[in-house]
């Protein structure tokens, strides 16, 4: 199994009485190898049956017609059985995989209510969840990390009175995704 550090992010908004939320969740992108496995493995069976017969029935001894046909099963059977294991053995994994993605995922709740003029978070595998007053937020924009300035790894950050809070992480959402993001609760405090 193979697993990206980037994650496949989705954002979903919803709009309901003066309230604005955005469920962002990114999931790892889970890759199964055991068809790597499994397809050689089933390749080299059949190569070994196909030697047992061979030796069983003195394919050497036979007319080169035989000859010929257990020269093509020998090239078209290990194919074959590697090509029909492989899909077989990836659908029977897709449930572990699944499991592995629903267990790495990542999920931010983003809530702008107008009326009540305040922004929450919440960080849903760490229940970390906080409260700002609209006052209290100067500047929701694109950063950084320190050395790192490239478009795959940039944060949603809210700048306030106490300093920065990092709405999204680097492996949380795309830069187009964040820029909408702080475009949209940039509109939300009134800003441009």
Not at 31 to 36: D, I, K, P
Not at 111 to 124: E, K, P
Not at 165 to 185: P, S, V
Request: charged letters at 20%; glycine letters at 6%.
């Amino acid at each position: 199994m193979t697993k990206s550090t980037r994650l496949v992010t989705t954002v979903r908004e919803e709009s309901h009485a003066g309230k604005q939320t955005f469920v962002i969740r990114g999931e790892p992108t889970v890759q199964g190898m055991a068809w790597l496995i499994w397809g050689p493995v089933a390749a080299l069976l059949v190569v070994m049956l196909l030697t047992g017969l061979a030796m069983a029935f003195e394919i050497n001894q036979q007319i080169w017609e035989t000859r010929l046909l257990f020269v093509a099963l020998f090239l078209l059977l290990p194919a074959l059985a590697w090509g029909l294991v492989a899909p077989a053995v990836s659908h029977f994994s897709k449930k572990h995989l699944q499991t592995v993605r629903a267990a790495e995922a990542q999920e931010c709740v983003i809530q702008l209510d107008q009326s009540a003029r305040q922004l929450s978070y919440r960080i849903v595998a760490s229940s970390i969840e906080k409260k700002l007053a609209y006052e209290e937020i100067r500047q929701a924009s694109l950063t950084y990390p320190i050395g790192k300035r490239d478009g795959k790894n940039t944060r949603l950050t809210l700048s306030t009175d106490e300093g920065e809070i990092i709405l999204l992480d680097d492996a949380l959402g795309t830069q187009l995704q964040k820029r909408d993001l702080a475009q949209k609760i940039q509109q939300a405090l009134g800003r441009s």
